[in-house]
């Protein structure tokens, strides 16, 4: 059996600290603000994310793009080089030709690397949802799955993570066309929060409005511990409302202890191009159910 790195992009919202420990990779994803190009490492070297969200609190706008296949053809030649084979998790084609872009990039090079595997999977997946398939993709290799079982594995449980938002600001949502400038203002007017997941194709939809900041939360946790599968971690990110993430920590952190559930529940915080997207007060949580 080959060796195999795993590789993926900056929209996954992990910690850093996990690629490094599993010998992993990921690409930085780009974005645009106040007219300047950055570079989005997990480790946020170019901007860090409390500069990031001041800018976009006092409107400044951010703008995203596509890796493209140059920069996806450079950035894994040297693994091939090394001998090794790709396994790919890409952020979800719902949200971004990213995925294409890498399938592109993967035949065009192909030829040069005739004993090499290159393989991309489309995660369906968005923020520390397609984070948490990467630590799967982790766990597996280092448990001793070939790349190809580790593809397999992976494809059945994508499906499975399940993401739940709410954003207590609309602006960023009216800005990018996921809401209309009518239905932003009168959602501020009536203090509506809306709740969206992330559906079976990768798209982000609407699932419910609450009124109020604080119902909105308990909803998004409410349907967390639905359907729950306790052997993956549970992941809370968030833009810029650290206290929120603290408040659905506490609220699932009681839940879990009292019913014995045994998932571990891990802190993140959502990068710059997801969070040009959603703006600054997007709270999200991320498990593993039955089905989204």
Known sequence: MGDYIIIGDSTSDISQKYVDEAGAYVLPMTFTINDKEYAHYLDCRNMSLEEFYALESKGAIAKTSQLNE??????????????????????????SGTFNSIRLAFEEIQDDYPDRKMMVLDSLCASSGEGLLLLQAFKNKKNGMSLEENFKALEDLRLKIRHWFTVDELDTLKRGGRISSTAATAAKVLRIKPVLRVDDLGHLVGVSKKIGHKAAIKDVVDRTILDLDQNYPTIISHTNCENDAKEAYEMLKKYYEENNIKSEIILERIGPVIGAHSGPTTLALFTVGKHR
């Not at 140059?70 to 719902?94: A, C, E, T, Y």
């Open 70 to 95: 140059i920069f996806i053809m450079d950035s894994v030649k040297p693994f091939l080089d090394k001998g090794l084979d790709i396994l790919f998790v890409s952020f979800s084609s719902g949200l």
